[in-house]
Structure formats: C-alpha cells, structure tokens
C-alpha cells in the first residue's frame, strides 16, 4: 500500500477559495466550505475518528493508486494507518474548484489538495504530494456528509476546457 497517495484523501481536507468555488446554490457553497474546514481541521490534528465523522455511514473512497475503504469504520482505520506510516503531523490544504447541486440531497464536488510534512518511514521528509478529487455529498437531517471520494496524483489541478 502507498501511504503517499492514499493519505491524499486528505485532500478533501482543505480550506476552500470561494472565489473560485462555483455552486448557484450559497447555502451549498457555505456547507461544503464547513465540511471541508471539519476535515482539515481533523486531518492537520492527525484525528482518524474526527476525520471518518466527516463521511456518511456507508462512504467509500478511492485512493490515487486504488485503494477502497466502504464504510465509516474501514475509512476511520485507512486514516488511522497512514497517520501511523508517517502522515502524523503532516499539513493538508486545497482549493475548492466546483460545487454543484445534482438533487436536493446529492452533490458533486471538485478540489485540488496538497499534502506537506509527511515522513518516510526512514523519518526522512516525502515530498509534497498533489492533486485532484471529486467528492460527492449527501444531505441527511440537514448534514453534509462525503458519501464518495474519488482522488488523483496525475493532475495537480482543474483546468477549464476551451473549445476550438
């Protein structure tokens, strides 16, 4: 297992920039803002259980090098592994890019994150790692929560399309 890569789920992590965060929904906007401020405070605090108390009961998440955790209790120990491999006292930030409503209680969104002050398991430094995610979250009781986090190293971050 890479702790490199799956420990970017942190990504999710970051403190968002709402001038490039585009959701015609503000409520949205401010909710996904939360939850993504919940999880970097989490991430940058090495709490595995604070961080899986950001994804629903039956989350799943992909790793940029594929690896699936379903459920609240296998995400919370993925977290707790990499925290334990070298992600402890590493800092994560990102930037929102996208947040758009697909039904009244789904939504889909795109960030950039970047993970700093990981170790190796020699203690020597990794290198900073970067990337892209999409996150969908579902609203229950009036709470967002990560239903699904899909990230990746290949891009370090969203780019417009321009059409010819």
Known sequence: M????????????????????????????????????SFAHAW????????ARNFAPDADFVGPDGMRAFGRRAIRAFYGAAFAHGYSGSRSTGDLRFVRKIAPDLAIVDASWRIEGARKADGLPRPAETGILVAVLRKHAERWSVLALRENEGAADIQSFARP
């Open 2 to 37: 890479k702790w490199t890569r799956l420990a970017a789920a942190a990504l999710f992590c970051t403190a968002a920039n709402p001038v490039l965060a585009q959701t015609h929904a503000p409520a949205l906007r401010i909710a996904a803002r939360h939850l993504l401020s």
């Open 44 to 51: 940058n605090a090495g709490d595995a259980p604070a961080l």
